[in-house]
């Protein structure tokens, strides 16, 4: 079981590292577009690159606000880096301002990145409980939604890089398998 444990563990490191360096290419490539372009309401779910960024923020801080509440204490998840609005949902904007965003998502990487590499070895094989958004109680084990948790990335950022390619703008390679 211990090998199952290292490579659970190790399966997690590399997807936050992924993440911090998709985001990085990502917000980057956001950059070369004027601020209203990054505000411009484009037909995706939700709407625009800033508000599908911003959910992003939203979903990554309410998910690692789980991950935190599980009987382990991560020093990396303090500090205010996952707090957000009262009330906050999937659609709520976190940061309005762009630089804001960016400095943001900056911290949460760096969040990320410092909780899977404190995470415990047997943290992914434990069971989750937490209430989920609308209430319900939910209970399964922990690699489920870590495994969601950066799914979920994924699959925003591609919706991103469509809108960004929409509006010619190129992110380049952001295959995960450009890391090995």
């Avoid at 601020?35 to 037909?43: A, F, I, L, P, Q």
């Avoid at 309410?62 to 991560?74: D, E, K």
């Amino acid at each position: 079981m211990g090998r199952m444990n290292s490579a659970f563990t190790e399966n997690y490191r590399f997807l936050a590292r992924y993440n911090r360096w998709f985001n990085q290419r990502l917000y980057a490539a956001c950059e070369s577009l004027p601020d209203e372009e990054r505000r411009r309401d484009r037909g995706a779910f939700f709407g625009s690159v800033h508000a599908t960024l911003n959910h992003l923020v939203w979903g990554d801080a309410m998910w690692l606000q789980r991950f935190a509440s599980q009987g382990v204490t991560f020093a990396s998840l303090g500090g205010g880096v996952l707090d957000l609005p009262t009330g906050a949902s999937y659609a709520t904007v976190i940061e309005a301002d762009w630089p804001a965003l960016k400095a943001r998502r900056d911290r949460l990487d760096a969040a990320i990145e410092a909780w899977v590499a404190d995470m415990p070895a047997d943290f992914a094989l434990r069971t989750m409980r937490y209430t989920n958004t609308k209430g319900v109680q939910r209970a399964h084990p922990m690699w489920q939604a870590m495994t969601h948790f950066f799914n979920h990335q994924a699959h925003h950022r591609g919706q991103v890089t469509t809108l960004l390619a929409q509006a010619g703008v190129d992110v380049g390679v952001t295959d995960l398998i450009a890391l090995v």
